[in-house]
């Protein structure tokens, strides 16, 4: 059974040597895409998983600290969050144009939907930072200056019944102690904020680096119809961060945004 | 290494290329697979050393060699260095590294310079966790609780729990280059029906570390920041919650202790059969549970927190998922002693390591099943049955597998045979220094001897069995660092080893010992089914005695 082997280089299959993007490992050029592709699927799976860790903090604490949280969900800037998540929609769109493009060998559009993918994804993380700028300003940022109750961030202006001041109004020791609280559970309301939205903006980065070089890449007409993996890959990746943002969004700014006061 | 005993010069991954470039930038699995070997060799003697000074301070009942603060960081950086750093990655990394795409007959692994970026990332992971102990170590336990890591402890808990963060990516993407390998690069004819036992235990682990890992990297991240800007995420003082903590931390590093005893368990499935001449028994069954171990092994964290406040419905449920993930482990043990039985045995030294691994996992395994049982948990928690129930799991069940399976590929990956009969007695010490080092600790927890304590001075009682288990430790010591002499010697005065010294079934050893770069020198056509021991000869003497 243990059959000897002849020695020497192994042989490459001829299709190795006029696909120069197929690696050497790799059969044939179907095999190398289907690789590329469930490993992305993989990969992202495992952003799920580390999206996950958050979100069920969130929705935890959420729970516990229900009137906090809803008040200071209603802080954030609906419209700007709006816009924000059109922008990102939009640049999906632009992705997947780019495939297309490159499907149909339009190498000008592609260049074309790529810049603008770029365009898109550095204008969703300028609008961001413009509203941490808000919030910081509010004094809605953990451990810079944080402050929700009086000032320019106050939080428990018409919400007293929901957070229960009113009933403690007469007692100025339960009312302190019932400010502080408050001071404490927002502040787990902004700290998972910034971890979510810091985390989303830290994979628009990352996006926005992989698009700088496929767009170099589509530029310099790598991608053909028969081959154009890198961009589908990196479009997967991007559409996964749009998602991530398209459940952020409804959990952070949208839902209970009108308590029942 | 040196080739000049081998008569006849053929191209090998080994002396394919020459220089410190040829390793560091090569993308071949195998030799990424010798990287991650002398790397965790490493970190396993490192660990090791704190273990030493464990074992040196529990000899007498006062807290005499270290201080209290010096002991704390001594556990402490025992567990961390030996989980994250030699367990997880000890047998993938390694042996999965080297055999997987041989065993499914590919060149390579899917994605082979991401597999060798999962080196680096290991070794800055590693040069970190370096730094923090330099720094002054960290001091939490392996588990890092809160409120304790977030806002008490005065160590280095940022750099621990970064480095902790970056190795979970080095993992994150070993198991992702397995899953594709496994899906996407099996050669012809090889059906999933076919795959090697030991590739269907990496898949399962590979699905464990790609939907587990994330989770613990959010939540040291979590830590981290609370620690450094002051949020209030797990602190209950700032409404945070502690429990929270235990839910997101074990709910990884309880499927972790799978990612580690299944690649052992990948391991013993390949060696029984050869040293049994026989095929394995229950195929389909060893196969699925496997994945059964993953699945179910994701539903049952909460068992670490019985006693941390959590509701007695939700624990009573975790008791039974518990009860029930010992089904799989147990149809692998039943269906490794049915190869066994009426199989031609015969003990060459990774038969010997397989069979102590059986026992010591059955061990480990059942005491498991105890500590899953509501009541006795309550009684033993924290106390040193735990300690010996998960050693007997990762050192007796993990660490044989990682001895067994180094010693049954050896002569595949370097192309020498290591001295038979020095194997043995290394297996058998090895054996012996476990049980005297870890079974007093079973009685010791019952007796109620706490975890992490450093001073027990107010039961000199207890000092009899800890002096018992420190000779143990001395034994096992020796026991592990005999083989790394003789693999060392055998490196330059070992027989060269035929491309097939036992026997084996397996595409691995249808290519020369070792094997040249590209694995095949023409991808293998399969048309039989694994463990084919029938069709097969029996192994040369020559091969099994030196």
């Known amino acids: ?261 | 290494m040196a080739t000049t005993a081998v008569s006849v010069e053929r191209k090998n991954y080994i002396n394919a290329e020459y220089g410190i470039r040829s390793w560091l930038f090569t993308t071949d699995h195998k030799r990424i697979a010798l990287l991650y070997l002398v790397s965790i060799t490493a970190f396993f003697f490192i660990g090791g050393f704190f273990a030493l000074l464990i074992r040196l301070e529990l000899l007498t009942p006062a807290g005499d060699l270290l201080t209290a603060d010096m002991y704390n960081k001594a556990f402490s950086m025992h567990g961390q260095i030996m989980v994250f750093f030699f367990l997880i990655p000890s047998i993938p990394a390694v042996l999965g590294n080297f055999l997987i795409p041989m065993m499914v007959g590919a060149k390579d692994l899917a994605f082979p310079r991401i597999n060798l970026l999962s080196w680096y990332i290991y070794i800055a992971a590693g040069c970190l966790y370096i730094l923090c102990i330099a720094s002054g170590g960290v001091d939490t336990g392996w588990t890092f609780y809160t409120p304790y890591s977030s806002q008490f402890s005065n160590t280095r808990v940022v750099e621990a729990a970064l480095a902790i963060f970056t190795a979970g990516f080095s993992s994150i993407l070993t198991g992702l280059n397995f899953v594709v390998t496994v899906h996407r690069m099996r050669a012809p004819g090889m059906t999933w029906s076919r795959l090697p036992l030991f590739v269907w235990s990496h898949y399962a682990t590979s699905i464990i570390m790609l939907l587990g890992t994330p989770i613990i990297a959010i939540t040291l991240v979590l830590v981290a920041l609370e620690r450094a800007l002051n949020l209030g995420i797990f602190d209950p003082t700032r409404g945070g919650d502690p429990v929270l903590f235990q839910h997101l931390f074990w709910f990884y590093s309880h499927p972790a202790v799978y990612i580690m005893i299944l690649p052992s368990m990948a391991v013993v499935s390949e060696i029984v059969p050869c040293f049994s001449r026989k095929r394995i028994f229950g195929y389909n069954f060893v196969a699925m549970s496997s994945i059964a171990i993953a699945a179910i092994g994701f539903l049952v964290w909460a068992h670490h927190m019985f006693v941390a406040g959590i509701s007695v419905y939700s624990a009573l449920v975790f008791s039974f998922l518990s009860f029930l993930v010992a089904v799989p482990s147990a149809i692998k043990v039943f269906n490794w002693t049915a190869t066994m039985y009426k199989g031609s045995v015969s003990f060459s030294t990774p038969m010997l390591y397989a069979i102590g691994f059986i026992g010591l996992f059955t061990m480990g395994g059942l005491t498991g099943v105890f500590l899953a049982t509501l009541g006795i948990d309550v009684h033993v928690h924290d106390t040193y049955f735990v300690i010996a129930h998960f050693h007997y799991v990762m050192v007796g069940g993990a660490v044989l597998g990682f001895l067994g399976g180094m010693h049954f590929w050896w002569p595949k990956i370097t192309g020498r045979m290591y001295p038979e009969s020095w194997g043995r007695l290394a297996a058998i010490i090895v054996f012996i220094g476990f049980n005297l080092t870890f079974f007093p600790q079973f009685i010791l927890g019952y007796l109620g001897m706490p975890r992490r304590y450093w001073d027990y001075s107010h039961m000199p009682e207890w000092q009899g069995l800890n002096v018992l288990s420190t000779a143990g430790a001395s034994i096992l010591a020796v026991g592990y660092l005999l083989p790394m002499v003789y693999l060392a010697w055998s490196l330059r005065y070992g027989k060269p080893a035929p491309d097939n010294p036992w026997q084996a079934t397996g595409l691995e050893w249808r290519t020369p010992s070792p094997p040249p770069t590209f694995n095949f020198d023409e991808i293998p056509v399969v048309t039989w089914e694994a463990y084919e021991y029938d069709n097969m000869p029996l192994p040369e003497e020559v091969t099994l005695e030196r």
């Open chain 1, 1 to 261: 059974m243990s059959d000897s082997h002849a020695v020497g280089a192994t042989p490459l299959a001829i299709e190795h040597e006029d696909r120069p993007e197929l690696r050497h490992h790799f059969a044939d050029v179907e095999q190398q895409r289907n690789a590329a592709s469930l490993g992305m699927w993989w990969f992202l799976g495992t952003e799920i998983m580390f999206f996950g860790g958050m979100f069920c903090g969130y929705l935890v604490y959420r729970r516990i600290y229900f009137p906090e949280f809803a008040v200071a969900s209603k802080s954030l800037d609906l419209f700007v969050g709006t816009f924000n998540t059109i922008v990102l929609i939009c640049s999906s769109l632009t992705v997947a144009q780019a495939v297309r493009a490159a499907q149909l060998g339009n190498r000008k559009l592609q260049v074309r939907m790529l810049l603008l993918t770029l365009l898109f994804g550095l204008s969703f993380l300028g609008i961001k930072t413009y509203e941490w700028g808000q919030k910081y300003k509010e004094h809605h940022i953990p451990t810079f200056d944080y402050n929700v109750i009086g000032g320019e961030g106050d939080l428990v202006k018409g919400h007293e019944h929901l957070l229960g001041i009113d009933k403690v109004k007469k007692d100025p020791v339960k009312l302190r102690q019932r400010e502080a609280e408050i001071q404490r559970h927002t502040k787990i309301f902004y700290s998972l904020y910034f971890a979510l939205t810091g985390m989303h903006a830290i994979h628009m980065i990352v996006g926005v680096g992989i698009f700088i070089v496929i767009t170099w890449m589509a530029h310099k007409g790598r991608f053909t119809p028969e081959y154009h993996t890198p961009l589908e890959i990196a479009g997967l990746y991007w559409h996964f961060v749009d998602i991530v943002w398209i459940y952020l969004f409804p959990l952070l700014y949208l839902i209970d945004r009108k308590p029942g006061s």
